[in-house]
């Protein structure tokens, strides 16, 4: 699997929007890029993904580079409940499992 | 969202002794289930991959023999840790993917399950 690269932690206050970078220049034409956040002491859980366009959901959104070489997930008001560890990853299809790197630690502050 | 659960979510067990963990899918039918690893301040490790029927793939340098997993179903898959040592101690998460149509480009994870080992 392409390799991904995130900051190792950020900080954010409450009620800002959050910028998170992801770098993939490795990525292939196949790959679809996903965010997943683990909370602590839970099982991760999936934020949003995309291949191509810019995605939007009920979470977050998802800017993709036109190259598709980096991405970054935008939480558009933080809260402290999104204090958590963020993961972005590649797959190239949905039969295989999710390889995690070390994600970017996430701190929001009231 | 579909959902996957674990049972326990939190074990502890003397050295020496096996233990099941449960990973169950239950709104959905998971084709395949994933079992992870994840020590504390470290991310998430792949152990092995399993397809309902078959036998389970094991990443490198996971001992088959001490983590026998078996997917008997389409919802259930159980990992059992046997001859449990302290070094096992860890939070093991399962996860699942559903048949396409189902949400097929997402991974749902369990809640996780501690092990102690004493």
């Known amino acids: 699997d392409a390799k991904t690269t995130q900051p190792n932690s950020m900080e954010s206050n409450e009620e800002e929007p959050v910028h998170l970078p992801c770098n993939h220049s490795?990525?292939?034409?196949?790959?679809?890029i996903h965010w997943y956040r683990q909370l602590p002491s839970q099982g991760p859980e999936y934020v949003i993904h995309?291949?191509?366009s810019n995605v939007n959901n009920r979470m977050a959104s998802l800017a993709i580079a036109e190259d598709r070489k980096s991405s970054t997930l935008i939480l558009h008001r933080a809260t402290l409940r999104d204090a958590a560890v963020y993961y972005c990853?590649?797959?190239?299809?949905?039969?295989?499992?999710?390889?995690f790197g070390k994600g970017t630690t996430l701190s929001v502050s009231s | 969202g579909a959902v996957v659960s674990q049972h326990p979510s939190w074990v502890i067990c003397k050295s020496g002794t096996s233990v099941k963990i449960e990973c169950r899918s239950l709104?959905?039918?998971?084709?395949?289930m994933f079992w992870y690893r994840q020590f504390p301040k470290q991310s998430l490790m792949l152990m092995a991959t399993?397809?309902?029927?078959?036998?389970?793939?094991?990443e490198q340098g996971v001992e088959k023999d001490k983590f026998l997993i078996n997917h008997a179903s389409l919802t259930l898959s159980t990992l059992t840790v046997t001859s449990a040592h302290p070094e096992d101690s860890s939070f093991y998460i399962c996860s699942a993917t559903g048949l396409a149509g189902v949400n097929y480009n997402e991974q749902f994870f369990g809640p996780g399950t501690r092990l102690t080992v004493l």
């Open positions: 490795t990525i292939s034409g196949t790959d679809y």
């Open positions: 709104d959905f039918q998971a084709t395949t």
């Open positions: 995309g291949l191509t």
């Open positions: 399993s397809n309902e029927g078959s036998k389970a793939t094991y």
């Open positions: 990853i590649l797959r190239d299809s949905a039969g295989t499992a999710l390889i």
